[in-house]
C-alpha cells in the first residue's frame, strides 16, 4: 500500500508535470492556480503518492459545506495498473469520512468516458446530475470557448 499525504512546496513541479501528463490540466484552469487555490482552502488537500522524490499519484479532495468533491485523480501512466487510483480514492474518502462528510462527489469529462467503469468498480455511479457553468472571468471564458474541446 502506497501512503499518501498533503501535498508539499518540493512537490509541485513533479504534480503539474504529472496532471500534464494524464491530460488533466486545460488552459482555463492552470494547474498552478488550482494547486494554489486548493492548498488555500481550509477544506481541501492535494493527497499524493510520492516515489523517489517524484509524484506518482494524485487526488484533490474538498467539501463545499455540502458535499465531498474529488478531483485530480492522476497516476504515473508507466505505473498504472499498479493500484495507485484505487489508493488514491481511498485515500479521498477517508479524508471526507474523518471530517464528517457522507457523500463524495466526482465529475468526469464526457470526453474520458473510459474512466467510468473504474469508478464504477469503486461503487461510484452516475448521480442523475448535469453540471452546469457561468465563467465569471472573461480571460477563462475566451480561452474555454477557444479550446473547449481540447
Known sequence: MTEFRPVEDRDIETLVALWDACDLSRPWNPASDDIANLRAHPMADILVAVDQGAVIASIAVGYDGHRGWAYYVATDPARRRDGLGRQAVTAAETWARTRGIVK???????????????????????????????????????????????
Not at 106 to 126: I, K, P, Q, S, W
Open 104 to 150: 463524495l462527489m466526482l465529475m468526469v469529462r464526457d470526453t474520458n468516458a473510459a474512466v467510468a467503469g473504474f469508478y464504477g468498480a469503486l461503487g461510484y455511479e452516475d448521480a442523475g446530475v448535469r453540471v452546469l457553468q457561468k465563467w465569471l472571468s472573461p480571460e477563462r471564458a475566451s480561452l474555454y470557448a477557444a479550446g473547449h474541446h481540447v
